[in-house]
């Protein structure tokens, strides 16, 4: 298992021995600019030596929004700035109180993003300010929580709040970079795939006269799933517990980013059930999420919750 890196031009490229380093990687996750003044000097050179060298990389922004409009600016030039480069991932850096109502003020962001065309949309959320920004994780497909313990480059103290990826330490090192680098663990369910087999946020949809609505068969050997509008193939696997690489051979696939409504998407075995799960004392949509490899977005949908701090004992929800 390789590292998980995230990367702004504090790293600086000429520093950077990329053939050695990539060796180490499994993911990187760069910055795009800190608020919407400040772009980042060494973004696009991250991206392009790392996916030369077979690393897939996502997006970052800290966000620095001092109301709702600023916030849907800042967004704006997050997605603007990043999409012809296709993150796997666009996360959201929240460690500054910018505005009064932050929880308002991402929600804002996240919501002006998705319109955008962004797919996947994730947080990372400094531990400190977790219980006082009190953000809508139903928003996010991925939380990311930064806690060091003693910050010695080693994992140490988990974060106390429920999450997805772990930064562990600022002051890791790798062989190809003389210099501290914040290093990151999966922590959850979600499988590596989930963050690196990424959609392509602005990827072309062919138009067919008129789309079936999904729907999938089922036989000894395959299942069939009919794609919908929306559909991404990354989702799809996700869902049915496989990856974009088998369904890209299994269908012969040329372009994974290219699908369309009514297409025919076979999926090895039976497809898989949904799960459900019934509420007990203490049970938290996040982390069910957790538990049963999904999104609390995801949970959220499946069961038409309004609140997703507002779940009772002995409630039934679709948890997978």
């Known amino acids: 298992m390789g590292y998980i890196v995230d990367l702004s031009h504090h790293q600086d490229p000429k520093k950077i021995n990329y053939d050695t380093f990539a060796k180490q990687l499994d993911f990187a996750i760069i910055r795009t600019q800190y608020g919407y003044k400040t772009v ?35 967004a704006t030039d997050f997605y603007n700035r990043t999409k012809d480069l296709n993150p796997t991932f666009w996360f959201l850096d929240v460690e500054e109180e910018s505005m009064k109502d932050m929880r308002g003020g991402v ?68 062989d190809g970079y003389n210099g501290d680098l914040d290093l990151n663990m999966i922590i959850s369910d979600k499988k590596l795939e989930y963050f690196t087999e990424g959609t392509k946020s602005a990827a072309p949809v062919k138009k ?48 994974p980013n290219l699908i369309y409504p009514g297409q025919k998407i076979k999926l090895k075995g039976s497809a898989s059930k949904a799960i459900y799960h019934t509420v007990k004392k203490g049970d938290t949509v996040s982390e069910l999420a957790i538990k049963y490899g999904s999104t609390i977005a995801q949970i959220k949908s499946w069961n038409k919750l309004k609140d997703v701090n507002k779940i009772y004992v002995g409630q039934k929800l679709r948890v997978k």
Request: glycine letters at 6%; hydrophobic letters at 30%.
């Open 40 to 74: 980042d000097r060494a973004y696009k050179t991250h991206h392009a030596e790392l996916r030369k060298r077979g690393v897939p990389t996502a997006a970052y922004a800290w966000v620095r929004g001092v109301s709702v409009s600023d916030m849907e600016v800042e």
């Open 107 to 174: 929600k804002a962001y996240v919501k002006k993003l998705r319109q955008l065309g962004a797919k996947k949309v994730g947080v990372y959320i400094a531990h400190h300010l977790y219980e006082k920004f009190n953000l809508d994780m139903s928003d996010f497909d991925a939380v990311w929580i930064p806690r060091y313990g003693t910050n010695n480059g080693k994992p140490q103290t988990k974060p106390a709040y429920p999450c997805d990826l772990w930064q562990y330490t600022s002051v890791g090192r790798l």
């Open 208 to 255: 067919v006269n008129s789309a079936k609505s999904s729907t999938k068969k089922t036989t000894s050997s395959v299942s069939v799933y009919t794609v919908k509008k929306g559909d991404t193939l990354s989702e799809i696997a996700q869902k049915y517990g496989t990856t974009v690489n088998e369904l890209v051979k299994l269908n012969n696939i040329k372009n």
